[in-house]
């Protein structure tokens, strides 16, 4: 099984751009087995799905975030990235990468445990 | 987007009780819909997708149904670890979408 694990720079100033990254062990990110996602959490409110990666040139992102977000996959070093720039307050949030299977059968079945981001001044 | 309505918002049960909290898609999702477990500082736990097929690993004390926009879960016998908020989420259309959550608190 897959486990996959968030890091990134836990605060960020308003109207930066903030660089997550999914390290992933288990299995070669070569298999092309998996989309690759991000989903966030704000405090005391829902899960709200980013987008994901499959390759490269596969990208697919929530309409919401589709002009800040940029997600770039790295085989050779087992992960996968998120960017979004132009950051606010609103952007605070546990961010999440997780897994789906390519022909989308199991839903989210693997996801890491979370890093917080703070936007903040 | 499809929207995804979860009821109730939050429930107060004690160890051993069983409970259900639906789920309403804005539109049909066939089965492609999945249930989690949320826990702070924790990862999210998948439970169950296809609507009703457990993931491996989680006990049968958890259980889903429905079809088209209507589904639940079931947790029959509540553990002090079963104490959480759920989460539904389709994955029919593009962008996934989750339910507002439903807390799971100790009475």
């Known amino acids: 099984q897959v486990q996959l694990r968030e890091s990134g720079p836990g605060l960020v100033k308003p109207s930066q751009t903030v660089s997550l990254t999914c390290t992933v062990s288990?299995?070669?990110?070569?298999?092309?087995?998996?989309?690759w996602n991000w989903i966030r959490k704000p405090a005391g409110k829902g899960l709200e799905w980013i987008g994901r990666i499959y390759t490269s040139v596969n990208t697919k992102y929530n309409p919401s975030l589709q002009s800040r977000v940029t997600m770039s996959i790295d085989t050779s070093k087992n992960e996968f990235s998120l960017t979004l720039n132009s950051v606010t307050a609103a952007d605070t949030a546990v961010y999440y990468c997780a897994t789906t299977d390519i022909a989308m059968l199991r839903g989210l079945d693997n996801w890491g445990q979370g890093t917080l981001v703070t936007v903040s001044s | 987007d499809i929207q995804m309505t979860q009821s109730p918002s939050s429930l107060s049960a004690s160890v051993g009780d069983s409970v259900t909290i639906t789920c309403r898609a804005s539109q049909g999702i066939r089965n492609y819909l999945a249930w989690f477990q949320v826990k702070p500082g924790k990862a999210p736990k998948s439970l169950i997708y296809a609507a009703s097929t457990l993931q491996s690993g989680v006990p049968s004390k958890f259980s889903g149904s429905g079809s088209g926009t209507d589904f639940t879960l079931t947790i029959s016998s509540l553990h002090p670890e079963d104490f959480a908020t759920y989460y539904c989420q389709q994955y029919n259309n593009y962008p996934l979408t989750f339910g507002g959550g439903t807390k799971v608190e100790v009475k």
């Open positions: 288990g299995d070669s990110m070569k298999s092309y087995s998996y989309y």
